[in-house]
């Protein structure tokens, strides 16, 4: 079946850096969604991606869809302790349909 | 406003016992979903419903799972008999028409022993 594999699995960095992330598919997707599930949390939504190409910004945060539409990119800048969490990509199996596919999630530690 | 509400927050419950979880959707949305979260097969969807109607149940993983939306602001999702292997995070989201932004409530961790 389709997957959203994402690298690095985990990582540890000092805050005040840059951190990048990134999710890949073996199909194309026609739109990509960032989350961040803090511990015990549910997640919550980041950035949602519509158009091959497009990057999107939101606070401290920008993600881009991959022009391959296989892809695509999650960057923080600037890391800060409550950055810590899981982020996930996401996307729908298929157009016209609510049911996503999550990715295997990229685990981050901040230290300050 | 309040979120997404789900009871309880924590079960532990024997093999072979049933179980429901409980979820509130946020008031106005129409479509509301149950996922799985495991650390072997990281967040699943189990079936989602659109005004009350179930549309897609194909990720229910067996008979013993089933799910209710009885109302726009109640729904249920039952495991009977329980299983050990059903131990998991079950979260409820709910989203507004279009929008992709689904909105998570805290979850529902259970432990079947």
């Known amino acids: 079946g389709q997957q959203l594999n994402q690298s690095p699995q985990s990582m540890f960095i000092q805050e005040g850096e840059d951190v990048s992330m990134n999710c890949t598919s073996s199909?194309?997707?026609?739109?990509w969604l960032w989350y961040k599930q803090d511990p015990g949390e549910g997640p919550v939504l980041l950035i949602a991606?519509?158009?091959?190409?497009e990057l999107t910004s939101n606070g401290r945060l920008t993600a881009q869809f991959g022009i391959t539409r296989k892809d695509s990119f999650l960057n923080i800048s600037a890391s800060i302790p409550s950055d810590v969490g899981i982020y996930f990509c996401?996307?729908?199996?298929?157009?016209?349909?609510?049911?996503?596919?999550f990715g295997t999630g990229t685990r981050l530690k901040v230290l300050a | 406003d309040a979120g997404v509400i789900q009871s309880p927050r924590h079960e532990v419950t024997e093999m072979g016992q049933e179980v429901t979880l409980r979820c509130k959707p946020i008031?106005?949305?129409?479509?509301l979903f149950w996922y799985r979260q495991t650390m072997m097969r990281g967040l699943e969807l189990l079936i989602y419903?659109?005004?009350?109607?179930?549309?897609?149940d194909s990720g229910m993983p067996e008979d013993r799972f089933s799910a209710k939306m009885p109302n726009a602001s109640f729904s249920t999702l039952k495991i009977q008999p329980s299983e050990p292997r059903d131990s998991a995070v079950y979260f409820c989201?709910?989203?507004?028409?279009?929008?992709?932004?689904?909105?998570f409530g805290p979850g529902t961790r259970l432990l079947v022993l």
């Open positions: 419903f659109n005004n009350n109607v179930p549309i897609d």
């Open positions: 199909s194309i997707f026609n739109t």
């Open positions: 008031s106005g949305h129409d479509y």
């Open positions: 989201a709910s989203s507004f028409g279009g929008s992709l932004a689904q909105y």
């Open positions: 991606l519509y158009k091959a190409g």
């Open positions: 996401a996307g729908p199996l298929g157009s016209g349909t609510y049911k996503y596919i």
